[in-house]
């Protein structure tokens, strides 16, 4: 049997003892140089193939936006008027998804020298100022052809640039897989079994069913034996839940510091916008744009239109710098600050549009208010604790859950039975707590509640002391005088008055 030992050419060694050197030559320094002259080459290799990846990655990126930009120009150019506006547009419509605009990051090492790679938004610009001087150089009558054949020249040499990376990232990975170095040893054969037991299939099991008229019938009865009912008062829990949720949820849209400041920045002030902008780039994220159009919403329904319209003003506008990049704010500025640019035109029917839309509602849920309120309240039929004597007050007594009192142990044993808001509202101690929890019980299940709580003991009815050296004391003084007059009876009074001795 003929053995093949040609693949071990591709072998490369770097410590080989059979090695013949100068006598005047140190056998051990010279392997050693030679160690670090491969290593130095396969890691120059390897580090030429990732920044050749890297750079690929980065043209292939740059190429789509160059399409879509083309594609734009192509769109517009039955209507070519006016070029450089024309180009302008098409640029902020190829922009695409703000939050793909930052390149991918390199890998480690490759292109360390340079701090900070660019956006695509501002290699674009950079693409298209380098098109308009050269179509100002060029001096001809069509400039808007003019702009379509100088970008479609540079997309023809980000192509032949791709393919020349292509061609010489294949020659250094054809390189790096004909040497055979120690990163090439792999596992090749690698199995194992394990026996399995058979487990016995399971047994087909025959049950009887019986037909009903209604199946759904029977689905609703487990569903009501297993939940066993939702009460009313588990239901004002869950809305007391809801409401907090809901609090915080409109936290979240209202607008922070940064954007509440950025509001009062009169329109068209844009130089000052710009300069904000630039020392607090925080204040472009999507969060200050929905605040900032609540708050023109709420302003507006305050009767604030100015403040509203304002709002609305500084939102559009931060949502442009945010959609066209951060490399982007300083040339949307440039031209919506330039006189009679098309820019100017289209920002500012986007803000009439949106504040018209905000008004429009803002008039039907005040109309809707005024109607609700001229219809008068015919209300909702409730339970409220109250005392009806005056000078009297409604404490709340709670009972101790490690009592050994019997009376005590069923006191508390009742007040565990209510429900989590009802127990919150009594353990406050306020009555109005209590109060609102019961608003939202079904009449007869508040009676059984306040029922409930008159037989465990925890609401006690206690005579009012009233100090009637303050003013407060003296009118509710004054009103118990009365109270007796009517009624015939006496109650004592703790307090104190001036002696007029």
């Avoid at 809901?246 to 922070?256: M, V």
């Avoid at 902008?277 to 472009?284: C, F, K, L």
């Avoid at 039929?381 to 069923?410: F, R, W, Y």
Wanted: proline share 3%; hydrophobic share 30%; glycine share 6%.
């Amino acid at each position: 049997m003929v053995v093949n030992y040609s693949k071990w050419d591709a072998l490369e060694l770097s410590d080989d003892s059979d090695i013949e050197v100068h006598p005047n030559v140190d056998k051990r320094s010279f392997i050693r140089a030679k160690q670090n002259q491969i290593h130095q080459a396969r890691f120059e290799r390897r580090h030429q193939i990732e920044t050749l990846k890297y750079e690929r990655v980065i043209n292939e990126g740059l190429l789509r936006r160059i399409d879509t930009l083309l594609s734009a120009l192509r769109s517009h150019e039955s209507n070519a008027a006016n070029a450089d506006e024309l180009v302008f547009q098409s640029l902020i419509e190829s922009a695409g998804d703000p939050t793909d605009d930052e390149p991918p990051k390199p890998p480690e090492g490759v292109h360390t020298q340079e701090k900070e790679q660019p956006t695509y938004s501002k290699m674009m610009g950079a693409l298209v100022d380098q098109v308009k001087k050269e179509v100002d150089e060029s001096k001809s009558e069509d400039r808007y052809k003019q702009y379509i054949k100088g970008i479609q020249g540079h997309q023809k040499k980000v192509r032949d640039l791709q393919k020349e990376l292509e061609a010489k990232l294949n020659e250094l990975e054809k390189e790096e897989a004909r040497k055979i170095t120690s990163d090439s040893i792999h596992t090749g054969f690698d199995s194992s079994s394990v026996n399995k037991t058979n487990t016995p299939s399971s047994s087909t099991k025959k049950s009887e069913t019986v037909e009903v008229l209604n199946p759904a019938s029977l689905k609703r009865a487990a569903l009501s034996a297993n939940d066993g009912g939702i009460s009313s008062g588990a239901e004002a829990d869950i809305e007391e839940a809801g409401d907090e949720a809901s609090t915080k949820d409109e936290d979240h849209i209202e607008p922070t510091r940064l954007g509440k400041e950025f509001s009062k920045i009169k329109i068209g002030d844009y130089r000052a916008c710009l300069q904000y902008i630039s020392e607090n780039p925080a204040v472009v994220a999507e969060r200050e744009t929905d605040g900032l159009l609540i708050e023109a919403f709420n302003s507006q329904i305050a009767g604030k239109a100015d403040y509203a319209r304002q709002c609305v003003h500084q939102a559009l506008l931060l949502q442009y710098c945010r959609s066209l990049g951060r490399d982007g704010v300083g040339l949307f500025f440039k031209r919506i600050t330039t006189k009679g640019h098309n820019a100017q035109k289209v920002f500012g029917d986007d803000v009439n549009d949106t504040y018209a839309r905000i008004k429009t509602r803002a008039a039907e849920i005040a109309k809707e208010r005024e109607a609700e309120a001229a219809e008068g309240g015919a209300g909702v039929e409730q339970i409220q604790l109250h005392a009806v004597e005056p000078g009297t007050s409604i404490n709340i007594v709670i009972p101790k859950p490690d009592s050994q009192d019997e009376v005590e142990k069923k006191a508390r044993a009742t007040f565990e039975s209510f429900p989590p808001g009802l127990q919150r509202a009594l353990e406050s101690g306020s009555l109005d707590e209590v109060n609102k929890v019961l608003g939202k019980m079904s009449v007869d299940e508040a009676e059984e509640v306040v029922g409930q709580l008159g037989e465990g003991g925890m609401l006690s009815l206690e005579e009012q002391i009233i100090d009637a050296t303050t003013e407060e004391g003296q009118a509710a003084l004054k009103e118990l005088e009365a109270y007796e007059k009517e009624k015939g009876k006496g109650k004592s009074v703790v307090g104190s008055t001036d002696d007029p001795a």
